[in-house]
């Protein structure tokens, strides 16, 4: 493992070539990339108890317990299709991209048919993200939002490229310095905990094609709440469930018959691609996913549906 992606202890900066590398250790200075924090911190107070009463309120709604509508995590929650111990998952979900970092990027183009690039394209838009903010892609693997986001911050912004797995991240990594992206950082995070982040840190998280990875998706949404700054957004771009039943089912016949076999193919794996269909059929559907925000502490929650609802763009402010 390099010294760069390692996971840092919460006083060791993110990358040890910038000591300037502000995430890790204090909150970010707040207000001058947004220019609006005094009204925001005016706001803030105002709403909170009704934020409060809000959540509470949401919570009671979508009555979301761990582990049970939301297939979020229990005693035992799901491998794609397989039901396993909660603390197997991580390790299973490991496996698979280790397994698939090398061949990840030119996968996603086979099996998407280059669309993934659309559907990021369409969440960057949505991001409104601004030169000077600081921004969070969480699960961002090889890193095709963060080099994007890279270039919109600008070299007073700051980009953080996290995920759980190092040979993912290395990927990423190599890619975003190659393309001489020097306002990012690198960090090993579980989106569970996004522990080496302080509160309040950016005006942006990104988490695409990531959150059904994650065993206890409620925590994450937690913690995601927890690192976003008042007035920030989050985006969650995912596979989610098409609105148009004969599409589903022409969809499914695609996913368990031709990704897998691709997976065999190109990477010499098909099992890690069996996952990637189940897992997304295991998924929360479009409402399921925005109530979820909405008990995490997240307002304004809404979707977009692309390509008939294969997949969802989430959005959701901490106000
Ligand atoms: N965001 C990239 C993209 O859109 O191309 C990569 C998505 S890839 C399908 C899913 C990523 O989620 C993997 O890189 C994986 O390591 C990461 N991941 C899985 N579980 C995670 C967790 N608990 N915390 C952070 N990252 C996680």
Redo the contacts with the bound molecule.
């Keep these: 493992m390099s010294q760069e992606n390692q996971k840092p202890s919460p006083t060791a900066p993110a990358n040890p070539q910038d000591n300037a590398s502000p995430f890790l250790t204090e909150p970010l200075p707040q207000g001058t990339a947004q220019g609006q924090q005094q009204s925001l911190q005016a706001q803030t107070a105002q709403q909170s108890t009704a934020q409060n009463t809000q959540h509470a309120q949401n919570i009671a709604k979508y009555n979301l317990p761990r582990g049970a509508q939301t297939n979020n995590v229990g005693e035992t929650t799901h491998f794609g299709y397989k039901t396993v111990n909660s603390e197997e998952k991580?390790q299973k979900?490991?496996e698979?991209?280790h397994s698939v970092?090398a061949k990840?990027?030119v996968m996603?183009d086979l099996m998407s048919f280059g669309i993934?690039r659309l559907w990021?394209r369409f969440a960057i838009n949505m991001s409104g993200v601004r030169r000077g903010q600081q921004v969070l892609?969480?699960?961002?693997?090889?890193?095709?939002?963060a080099k994007v986001f890279s270039r919109e911050v600008g070299p007073q912004g700051r980009v953080v490229l996290?995920?759980?797995?190092e040979?993912?991240?290395n990927v990423g990594r190599d890619r975003l310095l190659n393309a001489g992206c020097s306002n990012v950082d690198f960090v090993l995070?579980?989106?569970?905990t996004l522990e080496p982040f302080a509160d309040n840190s950016f005006d942006l998280l990104?988490?695409?094609?990531?959150l059904r990875?994650?065993?206890d998706k409620d925590a994450?949404l937690e913690a995601m709440y927890r690192v976003l700054k008042p007035g920030g957004r989050l985006l969650i771009?995912e596979f989610s469930k098409p609105i148009f039943e004969p599409f589903a089912k022409l969809y499914d016949l695609y996913s368990f018959t031709a990704l897998p076999l691709m997976g065999k193919i190109v990477a010499n794996d098909a099992e890690s691609y069996k996952y990637?269909a189940e897992s997304i059929r295991m998924h929360p559907d479009q409402n399921t996913l925005k109530g979820m925000m909405e008990s995490a502490g997240f307002q304004n929650c809404d979707y977009h549906n692309l390509t008939g609802g294969i997949v969802a763009v989430h959005r959701g402010f901490k106000l």
Aim: aromatic share 8%.
């Design positions: 991580a979900v490991a698979v991209f970092a990840y990027d996603n993934h990021k892609d969480i699960a961002g693997g090889t890193g095709d939002l996290s995920d759980i797995n040979s993912m991240l995070a579980n989106a569970e990104t988490i695409s094609f990531g990875n994650v065993t994450a771009l990637l």
